[in-house]
């Protein structure tokens, strides 16, 4: 009880204001060292009876003369005295052993005054002695005496506590201010501060015992008369406090009973109303009140189960409530219960509930289930916020937007056409950008991080560069050989894959002399001619094993007849592009290549179609990404030109100028997009004062100004052009509620413009809020789900819990190198055979020609889902392509192998489906299979990413967003989960989900067969 020790005690240093303290005994300087002074003083002791004897000096003499006279106990001391004294000291030796005595004889008769005068806590007296004869203590007398003082001092302390405990607190007040006349000055602040803290704990004691038994009663005069009986040393204005905090919770008490009461009755529209006219309930404790009021009414009325943590999500009254919510918890279900609450038992109309959600599919799924499911079929707004923009601006301005919503694809495809024209016009008004654009691609990109990040070496493990030809290649220095390969006409094939000892194995670089022949070319992490070099840190490999590697690549290419050139990082890091270069140069030039760079027109126009595609995408990012952060071409040119990084400021240069022509662009022809929708339509609500109507005919009308809840979906997607938007609506519709659910661990759509900082920050950003949670995935077994929690333990928010009676689940790591492929010479027949089924691309009778790998990986994938049809399967991939194979023919190649396998089964018996990532969120199988869990695909940090880092995206901010994207692929599975993998490539995700030590035993097994 903090605060109630107000105690007036006297000022200890006035009453000794007419003293003059000193400090306790202090060292003072002897004439003999410690060893001399012990050794006299023993002497003393055996001879203490002669002292007084006049023949004193003869025998301390004879002694002395003749060590050999002495007996068995003072020769030792007689020879030690001799050994460590010089000759003078010796002959001083009587006179300093007198002057001890002289010591010695004055303690013996001081020693039993002090003891006596500290036994009676005269401490002041014992105080002024000690210092009388202050120069016969040495150090020990001095500790004897420091210890003496101490330990009264604490029988006092324990006599007042004694009085303090038995309710004399008056005795022992008494008691303290007598004690305190005769204490030095630390030894007197050092008591006052113990009493005033042993005081301060009777006092709370008291209060506990006493004064808050009565308080919890509501007796209040009860209460108040026990204070009286400590009120001298507590403070009156705690107690005050103290009592009206009761006073206002028997308030509370009796408006819960009230509302209780409405509650049993099931009058929940009653409730809510006494709980906004209460001056003490606070939200949470109403929250706390419905919850199982809300339970039992879905399971009465509804038919519907609910767990207790979605009971307390429905029942929260605040003003803007967020519900993290964790993968396979429930959301949209929770979204249609509330729905089903509010219109059910709360007397809200449906027409004053707005759902909303990111994309139209999602939208249509929870208008489903509040209509079909939760049974409130007259409820039709559930909107996406671009539909919502439409309809709050089409009316007034008759806009036409680039492409319907409908088809994300098309509306993508319609948008990158749109800005092909844009980029067009301007690279015509200005021929220097389509040269800047050029030199852009060309140059490598500036890593800007810490380098003992642990970031860094996630990033260094997964760094990549663009060649000119558009290969996400794996450095700068691939970077560099690619860029002149392409420069100088010389034919190449990036990473082609050549079988060596059953594996796959990929060299850098394959060039093509004509008539079959080749060079190859590979780009070493280290210098293997240097003992010195190491591989970087972070590194999959050791050093050693690398070294090894590259001897076993130097023997294949030698045994194989095929010329090996090689060029490493050291030389990369030592040398300029250009002698980089030119050193590649002599190296080809020595095996008869013709190195003649082409005219940079030819480049440009060789790179033209892959370049404008690549730029055009970016800039489509960039723009999208520009306008949810509001920022106009003009702040986007003052960003730009403050970048540190060439490159970046290159890609600032062209990026504000066509940004600006596709605004102009865009009003010259009467068109939007749903950025500028977004905008326009926060303007007009603030034109009208937020009267508006929203008229439509495929899910009704409302009124904006009477809408009492708006219901947000995926709240982890959310945007500064969405909260705009929001804002305004409630600046005319203050009473608006706000009711997200999202979830931050699955937060994947930075690159589309989502900001997380709305969800991480609800509490600062919006008033009058409450978080809630729902843990429970009710989707995967235990082992899954803590396999989650593992891999997200660096990010915010409360971990997932299994359900209990789910648990077990199963997670494997497979290698595709393990499948088998049989390669045949012969043409390709149209028969049922293995070939048929298993290779993606014909076999041009050069072995190492076939992309083997996404053979492997259908294979793999049939394999796995044959074995048991009846399930359910996802195969999840990070991009569109599994190695050279797009995803969808992948697809379509996987259902002709299983139709094979089991011809009675139509294709839409099977329950697989083929998808990136990205796209399958919010799906759910048995199984979930994750296709090339490798580095550079998990995590797929693009190179381009850092374009965007003046207008707030970092590299960590990439690293981390791949981590979610992996998690949203690993929290699909229902029973299992299958990540597959390669040799030598194994994404470093595997080790941050399963641990070096599950994955070590793993590897042993496999090494073992």
Partial sequence: MEGFAKIELKNYHAIQTHKTRHCLLKDGNHLMNKQVQNLVRQLIVLWFSDWENADYPSILLSVMKDPDSANSRERPIINKLREILSNDEWDQLPRIAREEYRRFKQLTEVKPKLEEQIRKFQLQRAHDLALEYEDCFDHDDRDWYKKRRYEQIEKRKASIQDLLLSGETAEAKELYGVSLEVLLDEEGRQFTEWFTEALRKIVDNYITSYVIPLLEKYQFDQAREAFSRIQEYASIGEYERLEDTYRKQQIAEREAMAIRALLEQGDFSGAQQRFRESATLTGEHFTRLMAPHVKECFVKEFRFELDDYKALALSSVAQNTLVEARAGSGKTTLLACLVQLLV??????????????????????????????????????????????????????????????????????????????????????????????????????????????????????????????????????????????????????????????????????????????????????????????????????????????????????????????????????????????????????????????????????????????????????????????????????????????????????????????????????????????????????????????????????????????????????????????????????????????????????????????????????????????????????????????????????????????KPGGRIQIMYVDDVFIELRDEQLSNGDNEIDQYLTVRYDRDRNSVDVLASKYLKLVYRIIAQNPERSYSILARTNWISSLELQSFESKLHYCLSKQYPEKRRSDWHVTVSTVHSYKGGESDVAIVLRVINRQFPLIHPDSALFQPIGQSVADTIDEERRLFYVAISRPRDELILVTEKGYESCFIDDLLGDKWRNRYLESKERG
């Fill in 344 to 805: 059910r038992k709360i007397d809200v109309s449906p027409d004053q509930i707005l759902v909303m959600a990111f994309n139209k599919s999602a939208a249509k799924k929870i208008l489903k289930e509040i209509r079909e499911v939760h049974g409130v079929p007259e409820f039709t707004n559930a909107r996406t916020f671009h539909s919502l923009a439409w309809h709050l601006v089409e009316p007034q301005r008759k806009l036409r937007v680039l492409t319907d919503e409908k088809d994300k694809e098309a509306w993508e495809k319609s948008r990158i056409q749109f800005l092909e024209r844009v980029w067009g016009k301007t690279r015509r008004r200005r021929p220097w950008l389509w040269l800047l654009s050029f030199l852009m691609f060309r140059r490598e990109i500036k890593k800007e991080m810490k380098p003992d990040s642990e970031e860094y070496f996630l990033y260094r493990r997964n760094q990549c560069e663009i060649s000119l030809r558009g290969e996400v290649v794996k450095s700068k220095g691939e970077k560099y050989i690619a860029d002149f390969l392409l420069e100088h006409d010389i034919h190449y094939s990036y990473e082609r894959m050549y079988f060596w000892d059953g594996q796959l194995y990929r060299p850098d670089f394959t060039v093509f002399l004509g008539d079959r022949q080749k060079v190859i070319i590979e780009h070493w992490a280290i210098n293997p001619d240097d003992p010195t070099s190491v591989v970087p840190a972070g590194w999959p490999k050791t050093t050693e094993q690398y070294r090894a590697e590259i001897r076993r690549k130097r023997e294949y290419w030698k045994k194989e007849g095929i010329p090996l050139l090689e060029t490493n990082a050291d030389q990369v890091r030592r040398m300029s592009r250009e002698q980089f270069e030119s050193y590649l140069k002599n190296m080809l030039e020595k095996i008869g290549i013709v190195c003649r760079k082409l005219p940079r027109e030819e480049i440009m126009e060789r790179v033209s179609d892959s370049q404008t595609r690549k730029l055009v995408k970016l800039l489509s990012q960039f723009i999208s990404r520009a306008k949810k952060a509001g920022l106009s071409p003009e702040d986007v040119r003052t960003l730009y030109r403050e970048a540190e990084d060439p490159r970046t400021r290159a890609f600032g240069s062209i990026a504000w100028r066509v940004y600006q022509e596709y605004e102009v662009e865009m009003e010259r022809e009467g068109i939007t997009d749903y950025d500028t929708l977004l905008i326009d339509a926060a303007k007009r609500v603030k034109q009208n004062n937020g009267h508006i109507r929203v008229e439509d005919h495929t899910r009704g009308e409302f009124d904006l100004n009477r809408l009492q809840w708006i219901l947000i979906d995926e709240f982890q997607d959310f945007s500064r052009l969405f909260d705009n938007l929001l804002a305004e609506i409630r600046v005319y519709n203050p009473d608006l509620k706000m009711y997200c659910v999202g979830d931050n661990w699955q937060a994947i759509n930075e690159f589309a413009g989502s900001d997380l900082r709305y969800f991480e920050r609800f509490e600062k950003l919006y008033p009058e809020s409450s978080r809630q949670y729902l843990p429970i995935n009710r989707r995967s077994r235990e082992d899954i789900v803590k396999a989650g929690n593992r891999f997200m333990h660096w990010a915010e928010g409360r971990p997932a819990e299994a359900r209990e009676d």
